[in-house]
């Protein structure tokens, strides 16, 4: 069974860190590549950051220098540091496959307001 189960959202002001963190099935975390993406409001779902399973990372530019991907392989999680927050980095985030794998978990909300 796949289980995606993401977690560490809140509100934070902008300029603020969070550290975002993603429980994933084994079946999926040894086989794939896995990504952060996120979802604002009225917006389409987008890739941020992937990180392979042998720790080569890749983010979208409007991340870049700001966000840090990293999995831990033994516990089945990746993460996400998210620093100097923008109120534009408004979204759920979500993680899974990179590509997904069709099942979303219920992703963690992150807020960036003043």
């Known amino acids: 069974q796949v289980q995606l189960v993401e977690s560490g959202g809140g509100l934070v002001q902008p300029g603020g860190s969070l550290r975002l963190s993603c429980a994933a099935s084994?079946?999926?975390?040894?086989?794939?590549?896995m990504g952060w993406y996120r979802q604002a409001p009225g917006k389409q779902r987008e890739l941020v950051a992937a990180?392979?399973?042998?720790?080569?990372?890749n983010y979208a530019d409007s991340v870049k220098g700001r966000f840090t991907i990293s999995r831990d392989n033994a516990k089945n999680t990746v993460y996400l540091q998210m620093n100097s927050l923008k109120p534009e980095d408004t979204a759920v985030y979500y993680c899974?496959?990179?590509?997904?794998?069709?099942?979303w978990g219920q992703g963690t909300q992150v807020t960036v307001s003043s």
């Open positions: 990180i392979t399973s042998g720790g080569s990372a």
């Open positions: 084994g079946s999926i975390f040894s086989i794939y590549a």
């Open positions: 899974n496959a990179v590509p997904d794998v069709g099942y």
